[in-house]
């Protein structure tokens, strides 16, 4: 590398502080040799002049040569702390200064008082003393200047001052002036070559220095390049290795194709993605028959026609065969096409990726998605996603279709009374039998529990004949599923309800043709199940009919669309013993809902709940009014309770709130429940009448005799009247096997000191009969028809409904 002197510059400020630093350390060693020239002065006037004279004069110059020398070293320290070289150049000017005055007044201190030969000897001393010091400040001209200067000026003033300044004064005075220009000229000559050896040796010093670190930040650099090299080349190995060790954790190898040879190079990842032997060739053909037979026209076709055209880039999914052992994989392969100029091809390469767990994967959340787990059967997801299609497909063709919705009659029990393990069991065999009665194009799927859709296309166009092949495939699915089941070795029978519903070339919505076969199903189960039931549009209108109810049933206690009607409860004397609170609705349009048509789509819904509460706070708010009065006050109320209530797990606290809030006698208030609630969940039924019983209000069991009459369940059951049901009573017109079942069920009520009361009584001799048999009250036309409370009678009433 060349280096020019002129490319190094040293600023005034660096020189300036080396000169200085040179002067201080001259200075600082210029003390002996002051003190040289002092002697050599003492010396030739020891014996002239006086000694005190002469130790006065030595001792001044001493001050400042010592000061000078102090000075200096400590202007070397000044100048490492950064202080400025002019400003301790003038600084040292002072003790120079001073030392030229001295020296200047050196004849004054020396004179005898004689002029003679002596006094210009010393005079030309002196300035030979002055001259031997110059070499030691000539690297200053300013110091030296100061210095010479002031000891020049005060030999003047003496040497003017003297009576023989003419001629030989004169002549003294410019032989002065001469002597001193000279040596100032001397001084300038000096302190300018020393000026530039200083220059020169510090740009020689500073190129030295630029030399050194430029070679030591070459050398710096080489060895980082050098370091990075290796980095790169070390960097390289490992990406390399990680990419050869990633290709093989992902599956992933590359292929390039040489159009002129017109064979394959694989990388070793992809040779055992296909099950290539190393040695085996690797032409287009080949590849071709790797591809699986079911997709190697479509790869085949693509694959020519990314080598045909102008299409450089590429991708496709499809299964190999691998040529080692025959098994099947996926394989993605990603490719590009590069052609000159002029459109030929030079070169195809690409890799390929092994995703068979991917599809592996997606095949079995696709499985878990849209097929039901148990079954295998399409889900309900599925099913919704194939109805559309079924619709617009029919649309399409002006083909017919059906959905059938399958139910098992009786799959509660078998799941209830065998296990889940069985009903499970059960479920795939019904899958199984489904699936092996229906078409080929028709599609099986399970929604839930013990239901069953078949979706079943391209039926005929005429709608006749359509609904015959659906009958028919409904059928046959229906006697299928009728076979008894061999479970654990048991044999089980269940029969099955269906709801179908067709639709033709019109446009249907999936939706709706789900609710339509629900429908249909219900229909089915209502008829007695083990049928198969089409729907109808009269069904929807039943549906409709009935949103409509449960709507306006919804807003009645607020609009105070709902009353309560009271039937008195008789004794043998005709008196008034209590009454049985009846549920009334009257629109607010004047039509009267009957009971039997909202009371069961009531308790088919949490208004059960609702209504409930508020028959139960009227009906307190009545017994309060009737507790209050002496006339009434031993009438008791009867209040039914369905079983949604009795069980729901707030029931109790709100009886006992609403006894508290209407202040009533627990005593007068009767909770009716229904032979069937009992029999639902026997052993929580009785927990909770216990219960209630707790808070002081008894039990009455109504429509005995209907359901499973059992002397067990009665006896645990904490009850305090037993109701005959009018179906009973009725049968009393039909002879002596009427008759017997009441005197049955009335001693059955009697022997477990229970009070028997009969409901429906309208003849004298049902009301006889019932007496004659031990019934102590009685409910019925005979007496009165459940009333407003405006019109219930106080007193006793007559055969005909009236107080006498």
């Not at 014996?47 to 040569?65: C, F, S, Y």
């Not at 004179?111 to 010091?133: E, K």
């Not at 179908?500 to 189960?525: F, I, P």
Request: with cysteine; hydrophobic share 45%; glycine share 6%.
């Amino acid at each position: 590398m060349a280096t020019s002197t002129d490319a190094i510059t040293i600023p005034q400020g660096a020189l300036q502080a080396a000169l200085a630093r040179e002067l201080f350390h001259r200075t600082s060693t210029a003390a002996p040799i002051g003190l040289l020239g002092i002697v050599a002065v003492l010396f030739p006037h020891w014996q002239v002049v006086d000694h005190g004279r002469l130790l006065l004069w030595a001792a001044l110059i001493a001050l400042p040569l010592i000061g000078s020398a102090v000075f200096g070293r400590w202007a070397l320290k000044a100048l490492e702390r950064g202080v400025p070289a002019r400003t301790l150049i003038n600084w040292e000017c002072l003790p120079a200064g001073l030392a030229g005055v001295i020296w200047g007044l050196m004849p004054l201190i020396v004179q005898t008082g004689q002029l003679d030969a002596l006094f210009y000897y010393r005079l030309m001393l002196l300035c030979i003393t002055i001259v031997f010091l110059i070499p030691t400040m000539a690297h200053f001209v300013r110091v030296w200047t100061v210095f010479a200067g002031s000891a020049w000026a005060v030999l003047l003033l003496q040497v003017l001052q003297q009576p023989y300044v003419e001629p030989m004064g004169f002549s003294l005075t410019l032989s002065l002036a001469v002597y001193w220009c000279m040596t100032f000229g001397m001084a300038q000559v000096d302190h300018r070559r020393t000026w530039l050896a200083m220059r020169d040796t510090l740009t020689i010093k500073a190129l030295s220095e630029s030399l050194a670190e430029r070679e030591q930040a070459l050398q710096e650099r080489v060895k980082e390049q050098t370091a990075e090299l290796r980095r790169t080349v070390e960097s390289l190995r490992e990406r390399e290795a990680l990419l050869s060790n990633s290709q093989q954790l992902a599956k992933v190898g590359y292929f390039v194709y040489d159009p002129e040879r017109e064979v394959f190079r694989t990388s070793p990842q992809l040779d055992d993605i296909l099950g290539l032997r190393p040695d085996g060739s690797r032409t287009l053909e080949g590849w071709r028959e790797l591809v699986h037979p079911e997709h190697r026209e479509r790869v085949w076709a693509q694959m020519m026609t990314q080598l045909r055209d102008t299409q450089s880039e590429s991708e496709m999914m499809y299964p190999v065969q691998r040529r080692t052992d025959g098994a099947m994989r996926w394989v993605r392969s990603r490719s590009q096409m590069q052609r000159d100029a002029q459109g030929r091809l030079c070169a195809w390469f690409g890799n390929m990726q092994d995703i068979t767990e991917q599809k592996e994967a997606e095949e079995k959340v696709h499985q878990l998605a849209f097929y039901d787990p148990l079954t295998q059967l399409a889900n309900r997801r599925r099913l919704q996603e194939l109805l559309p299609r079924a619709l617009q497909t029919c649309q399409q063709d002006q083909t017919h279709g059906a959905l059938m919705v399958l139910d098992l009659d009786n799959f509660k029990v078998i799941n209830d009374t065998r296990g889940h393990a069985v009903g499970d069991q059960l479920l795939v065999e019904v899958a199984q039998r489904i699936s092996a009665n229906v078409r080929s194009g028709d599609t099986a799927s399970r929604l839930g529990g013990d239901e069953f859709v078949v979706l079943a296309q391209g039926l005929d166009p005429d709608p006749q004949a359509a609904r015959a092949q659906s009958m028919a495939i409904a059928e046959q699915l229906r006697l299928a599923l009728s076979q008894p089941y061999l479970l654990n070795g048991l044999q089980f029978y269940c029969s099955t309800s269906i709801g179908v519903t067709l639709w033709g070339g019109e446009e249907q919505d999936a939706q709706t043709l789900l609710s339509q076969a629900d429908l249909a199903l219900y229909r089915a189960k209502a008829a007695g199940r083990n049928a198969i039931m089409f729907f109808d549009a009269w069904m929807q209108a039943a549906v409709a009919h009935k949103a409509a109810l449960e709507e306006g049933l919804r807003h009645a206690i607020e609009r105070r669309e709902l009353v309560l009607h009271y039937q008195p409860q008789v004794d043998h004397d005709g008196r008034i013993a209590g009454a049985e609170a009846l549920l009334r609705w009257v629109t607010s349009a004047g039509r009267s809902v009957s009971p039997a048509e909202f009371i069961p789509l009531a308790e088919e819904s949490e208004l059960i709940l609702h209504i409930g509460a508020w028959v139960l706070d009227t009906g307190c708010a009545q017994l309060r009014r009737w507790q209050s009065a002496p006339s009434t006050q031993h009438l008791r109320l009867a209040i039914n309770v369905s079983a949604r209530q009795l069980l729901d797990p707030d029931f109790p606290q709100l009886v006992a709130q609403t006894i508290e809030r209407h202040q009533v006698r627990p005593a007068g208030l009767k909770l009716e429940l229904t032979e069937n609630l009992v029999m639902g969940d026997l052993d929580q039924v009785v927990r909770r009448m216990h219960q209630l019983r707790q808070l002081g209000l008894g039990f009455s069991l109504d429509d005995f005799g209907t359901g499973y009459s059992s002397l067990s369940y009665l006896r645990q059951l904490p009850l305090d009247q037993l109701k005959i049901d009018q179906s009973f009573v009725r049968d009393l017109k039909s002879g002596t096997q009427g008759a017997t079942i009441l005197q049955a069920i009335v001693n059955l009520g009697t022997s477990l000191e229970l009070e028997i009361i009969a409901e429906g009584v309208e003849t004298l001799a049902q009301r006889q009969f019932l007496a004659d048999c031990g019934c102590t009250l009685f409910q019925g036309y005979l007496f009165a028809r459940p009333l407003p409370i405006e019109q219930f009678p106080t007193g006793p009433l007559g055969l005909d409904g009236v107080s006498p």
